[in-house]
């Protein structure tokens, strides 16, 4: 809705349920808890505000909130646990204000967010009273998992000369937890990257951050997601300290065509509970992605997309995260445009 050519404003609001059971992918084919049974309803709304000051300086705002509730049970777990359940509830609400200032060479994006989410969970196990005798063979738990985050970054894009734009920025990140896994963490974080046009159509990007992982309320930020096109957020686990270290080179094919390569390295510093003391721990995990791809406008209303990906997974063993693992893939894909404003894809 603009108020003027100046301010414009926009809401959203969503409602989810789900109904779901064991879906997270463990590689192995049997790997799986056939018993498990998952319900989430979840609302979420968002209000963002856009006002121009002049062509070259822009604010952005936006306050966003969550209300979700959820319940997990599984009564397919053998002879010797009888029910394992519980629920976890989950509000909060979120604030954003974010400044854009662009010149002819030089370009800075600003900002400040703050997140408050107050959530609980739940757990029940019972043990078949066979071999532990009633009230025993009931196990109860409640912990809090509330946290308030607050964050600032500065993001510079410099175009010393023609085809090169260098960023430089820094984030700081403060997390103050009350959950078992994240307590207190405060992190500075430096982002460098460059993209190089060196030639016809040629492109060189190269970036290197670090990030920690806070919660985001309703996966939406305004602050950058990637640094000269390497994403910069990933769906670790709150708390995570990430450095990524890549390089790129893009090509231009004639008129629509594209191809390029990337490869990146992340090095992870991921928090746990220790099952022995209860203490907080962190278990140091490396995660190497490559991937190649060719794009191809067919047609004004095709486009064809042929990309190959390669992931290598290493960690320390001190969880259930993989000790190792790789993994291919080979996606192909078709999207249509019809001139009405249809569109489809098929992958």
Do not use: C
């Amino acid at each position: 809705l603009e108020l003027s050519p100046k301010t414009s404003i926009q809401g959203e609001y969503r409602y989810r349920e789900d109904e779901l059971g064991d879906i997270t992918l463990r590689f192995f084919d049997d790997d799986f808890f056939a018993g498990e049974r998952n319900t989430v309803e979840r609302q979420t709304g968002r209000l963002g505000l856009r006002h121009a000051f002049s062509p070259s300086s822009i604010l952005l705002a936006s306050v966003q909130y969550i209300d979700s509730e959820s319940a997990f049970v599984d009564e397919d777990l053998g002879f010797f646990f009888t029910y394992f359940g519980g629920n976890r509830t989950e509000d909060g609400y979120a604030g954003e204000v974010q400044h854009i200032y662009r010149s002819r060479h030089f370009k800075l994006t600003s900002g400040v967010g703050y997140f408050d989410v107050d959530g609980s969970v739940y757990t029940r196990v019972e043990l078949n009273p066979i071999f532990v005798p009633p009230p025993w063979n009931v196990q109860e738990s409640t912990f809090d998992n509330s946290a308030k985050m607050a964050n600032a970054y500065l993001y510079s894009y410099i175009n010393p000369v023609d085809r090169l734009t260098i960023v430089a920025g820094v984030s700081g990140d403060f997390i103050d937890g009350e959950s078992p896994e994240v307590d207190e963490e405060d992190e500075v974080n430096p982002k460098l990257g460059l993209s190089w046009q060196i030639g016809k159509g040629t492109t060189l990007r190269a970036a290197g951050f670090k990030t920690l992982r806070r919660t985001l309320v309703t996966d939406q930020t305004l602050e950058p997601t990637n640094v000269a096109g390497f994403n910069q957020l990933f769906d670790d686990l709150i708390g995570t300290r990430a450095t990524r270290y890549g390089g790129a080179i893009d090509q231009k094919l004639g008129k629509g065509s594209f191809i390029g390569a990337e490869l990146s390295t992340r090095d992870l510093e991921i928090p746990f509970i220790s099952l022995d003391d209860d203490s907080v721990q962190s278990e140091d995990a490396n995660e190497r992605l490559g991937r190649a791809y060719l794009f191809v406008a067919a047609h004004r209303m095709w486009a064809l997309r042929f990309e190959y990906q390669y992931e290598k997974f290493e960690s320390d063993g001190a969880t259930d995260l993989p000790v190792r693992l790789e993994t291919t893939r080979f996606p192909i894909g078709i999207n249509f445009f019809a001139p009405g404003g249809f569109s489809a894809t098929a992958t």
